[in-house]
């Protein structure tokens, strides 16, 4: 998945899909992660070839969605330093190191909420909501709805949400090997994640932030009979937030490519090797 208006996995403007079926979530920035309390899952191969670009367009709205349509068819003063920001020509922490605050204080559902009311809290937000749409709930309509309503704001939910389902229709879920309720095949597992590498605000306004999520995602479906193997992209998801009834909440967000490495030299793993890991290893609480 999923990290808004819609649709091309995580759509070319405000929160949907890119038209990259392995579309999961881009900054100079890089997380510091936190086991959470009791979530389960994750690991990586190729990025298959796109086979279309258009579910977004069609749809006119970009919410994070997992890019599973082309696998189908983000120094100087004492705010800064506790912030995690380093201005141009300042000492101070490297972008990549933690802040080392507390990230979050809750969650709603399986989601982290209670971010901190600072640039901190407004990138914590914007990579756990990444996770949260560029997952395999997003493939289920009530789940779908519930995460829609956690991470976006109300306006900005009850506008997708009739896109979204068309979006996710019957037809573009057979074409991932799902029945029309988001299920997999009986003996096969399909597999949707986003994995932040890191974060970068963009802008800020006390109320308002705009957060870069650069992230590498896995979709596909595992199984002996798969046509559509479990493949790896990489992402930038920027989200549009606004502070509103003591959290951020995304208002719109928009995706692009990249930027992506060279890949590596390892062997694709089997497809029960992928799905044993899937289920053994658990998520994370992302943090700035």
Known sequence: MSPGDEHDYRGKEQGGRTDDPYSTLGGTRQTRTRLPDGD??????????????????????????????????R????????SGAKKPGTTGSAPTAAT?????????????????HDEQGAQSAAANYAVALGSAEMF??????????????????DKLRAPQDQAYSAEFLARLGLDPDGNAPQGSTFISRTVPVGTKVLEFDGDTAKVAVW??????????????????????????????????????????????????????????????????????????
């Open 40 to 73: 389960p899952g994750h690991p990586h191969a190729r990025r298959p070839v796109r086979n279309s670009r258009s579910l977004v367009t069609i749809t006119g709205i970009v919410v994070l969605l997992v890019a599973a349509i082309a696998f189908a068819n």
């Open 75 to 82: 120094g100087g003063s004492d705010d800064d330093a506790s």
């Open 100 to 116: 080392g605050t507390k990230p979050v204080q809750g969650k709603n559902g399986t989601i982290a909420s209670g971010f901190a």
């Open 140 to 157: 289920s309509k009530e789940s779908r709805h519930q995460i829609l309503d956690t991470v976006y704001s109300s306006a900005a939910a």
């Open 215 to 288: 992230y590498t995602g896995l979709i596909g479906m595992s199984g002996q009979d798969s046509t559509k193997p479990v493949s790896t992209t990489w992402k930038t998801w920027t989200a549009q937030l606004s502070w509103s009834d003591g959290d951020w909440k995304v208002t719109g967000a928009s995706e692009s490519d990249g930027p992506a490495p060279v890949p590596g030299d390892v062997a694709a793993s089997k497809s029960d090797a992928i799905s044993k890991a899937v289920e053994e290893y658990g998520g994370f609480t992302y943090a700035r």
